[in-house]
């Protein structure tokens, strides 16, 4: 099992709508919202890391109103 923490940067006020399109992604597990530098973390898993990483790399970071991600792998 491949697992990741993705720390997401939005857009001002645009949280909630970032959160409501990620719960439609399978490889998602859990989502948070948080204050401070990132405004959403989320537990990614999946059965491959390039699963995890394609779910990364061509839909959370392709979402509107996300300017940045730091992603925290786990073994």
Sequence with gaps: MALAFVMISCD??????????????????QIEETVGVYDIIAKVESKTLDKVKETINTQIQKMDNVRSTLTLFVN
Excluded: A
Excluded at 15 to 27: A, Q
């Design 12 to 29: 001002y006020g645009q949280e909630k709508r970032v959160i409501d399109e990620m719960k439609s992604l399978i490889p998602v597990k």
